[in-house]
């Protein structure tokens, strides 16, 4: 992963709203949500909820598809997990013990 798309994800993730609806997308991994539960849920306009998830779409995390007259909005694991992976690459200065849970936790979620 490169540093470039690394910020642009942070970015994305550095806004209350956004960081809100990346969260309940994850949760609701791998099915996703149509973006009127989405608005209900996180509790934002369904104008403000658009823009969230265009700027968490152009950065990687979130992608969408339709089914029928709904289009379903859903967490990108595996650039979640890239992300959380590319932050914790040289960490600790080799001491597992620190860091291993959480890179377990980041590779196990690449595999759902």
Do not use: W
Not at 16 to 27: D, I, P, T
Not at 89 to 106: F, H, M, N, T, Y
Request: glycine content about 8%; some cysteine; aromatic content about 2%.
């Amino acid at each position: 992963m490169e540093s470039t798309r690394t910020i642009e994800q942070l970015s994305a993730l550095a806004h209350a709203g956004r960081l809100s609806v990346f969260r309940l997308l994850v949760r609701a991994a791998p099915g996703g949500l149509p973006a009127g539960d989405i608005a209900r849920q996180v509790g934002i306009p369904p104008n403000t909820l658009s823009a969230q998830l265009t700027i968490l779409n152009h950065a990687g995390l979130v992608h969408h598809r339709r089914e029928g007259r709904s289009i379903i909005h859903s967490a990108d694991t595996g650039a979640m997990s890239a992300l959380i992976l590319y932050l914790m690459d040289d960490c600790c200065s080799g001491r597992p013990e620190i860091c291993g849970p959480v890179l377990k936790a980041a590779h196990d979620a690449a595999c759902c």
